[in-house]
């Protein structure tokens, strides 16, 4: 998962976590008098609020509708944030005559892993396009075997595998992620 | 841990999505002069007005709110254990797995003389080893151990090694 969504459903998290222990720590404080036994007694909803919403009911209602839809736009960016894996479909290539190229994402990655699929040590590889970013990203994984050389196998990565790939896709900046697992000789890898 | 505060986010949002339309659709609704939709909110707001705040039923609902916030407090301060591991800095970023990494410590562990076994546990800053050993004394397998894992993790280049703490199990202590 990216971090951005990780940081924001942490910090969207923390403040419901605190906005609820507010709100439940005020009403049980209330109730059992902390501000008084009067107030401890009196309607949850008080007279004071109805007349102020009664007094201003053109606006205050409009308002509510508006904020309401606000709210759940939010929670749809939030739930769209969940579902979506930010891979990037196709890629836009410099070209000089008229019209527009495109890559697809997932023809450049997957000739990127094969190059690294060959490299000693290496039991397979993948890679994607990450976008939300002016520069492209590229996350790669690779399951190398417990045997091999892991310094040996990112230099490769770095100098050939991804100076090839940025050449043929004549990308000036990519930022780029290697995440290495390491596997049994006869086994599957794991997380 | 990540994938609990996914779930829950996706949960929420949807929560949110529903409940905002929702309330939007009643109030109009509602300036219509119309029965309530979905939400008996009219039997609400009956409630609020007569329930006072040391009512039971309001306490109950305050004590779930406090409790609710207090879980998802508690879940988002628990101390998770770290993801991947970041390798030595080099021209591009590079992590190895947490478990995939443990899951090698182990193999590397067995491969000594006289260990049967191990399980690693990798947390933030420090590996714990359970090797079981095959012997009935477990000797000086724990430096052992804990030098060929260091090795190993230097090998590796993990930026920050956590520190390998081994215990080991021997024949007479299962």
């Not at chain 1, 007694?41 to 919403?53: A, I, K, N, T, Y």
């Not at chain 1, 990037?88 to 190229?101: F, I, N, Q, S, Y």
């Amino acid at each position: 998962m990216r971090r951005g969504p990780v940081r924001l459903n942490s910090a969207v998290l923390t403040l419901l976590a605190l906005a609820l222990l507010a709100a439940g720590g005020y009403g049980l404080a209330r109730g059992y008098g902390a501000f008084g036994d009067a107030r401890a007694g009196d309607p949850l909803l008080g007279e004071s609020m109805r007349d102020f919403v009664a007094d201003n009911s053109d606006w205050f209602w409009p308002l509510a509708a508006v904020l309401s839809l606000l709210l759940a736009w939010l929670g749809l960016r939030w739930l769209l944030a969940q579902l979506s894996t930010a891979t990037v479909g196709r890629l836009p290539v410099r070209a000089d005559g008229p019209g527009h190229t495109e890559l697809l994402g997932s023809g450049a990655t997957s000739a990127l892993a094969r190059d690294i699929e060959d490299y000693p040590g290496v039991r397979s590889a993948s890679a994607r396009l990450v976008g939300d970013h002016p520069v492209p990203e590229i996350a790669i994984t690779v399951d190398v075997h417990d045997d091999a050389d892991v310094a040996a196998v990112r230099r490769r990565i770095e100098d050939h595998a991804l100076a090839r790939f940025r050449s043929a896709l004549e990308l000036t900046k990519l930022r780029s992620q290697i995440h290495i697992r390491l596997a049994d000789r006869a086994g599957r890898s794991v997380r | 841990m990540r994938i609990a505060n996914r779930v829950l986010a996706a949960v929420l949002g949807l929560g949110l999505l529903v409940g905002g339309l929702i309330v939007a659709v009643e109030i109009v609704v509602a300036g219509f002069d119309r029965r309530p939709w979905v939400l008996p909110h009219d039997d609400w707001y009956r409630s609020a007005r007569q329930r006072s705040w040391d009512s039971a039923p309001p306490r109950w609902i305050f004590i779930g709110l406090v409790a609710a916030g207090l879980a998802l407090l508690l879940l988002q301060l628990a101390r998770r254990r770290p993801a991947a591991l970041a390798l030595t800095p080099g021209a591009v970023p590079a992590d190895v797995g947490r478990r995939s990494l443990e899951r090698s410590l182990d193999r590397e562990a067995a491969r000594i003389d006289g260990v049967a076994a191990a399980k690693t546990k990798i947390g933030k800053d420090k590996a714990e080893v359970v090797a079981t050993s095959n012997r009935r004394q477990a000797g000086d397998l724990e430096p052992a151990v804990s030098q060929a894992l260091d090795r190993r993790l230097a090998a590796i280049g993990v930026a920050r090694p956590p520190t390998v703490r081994v215990k080991v199990q021997g024949r007479g202590d299962r």
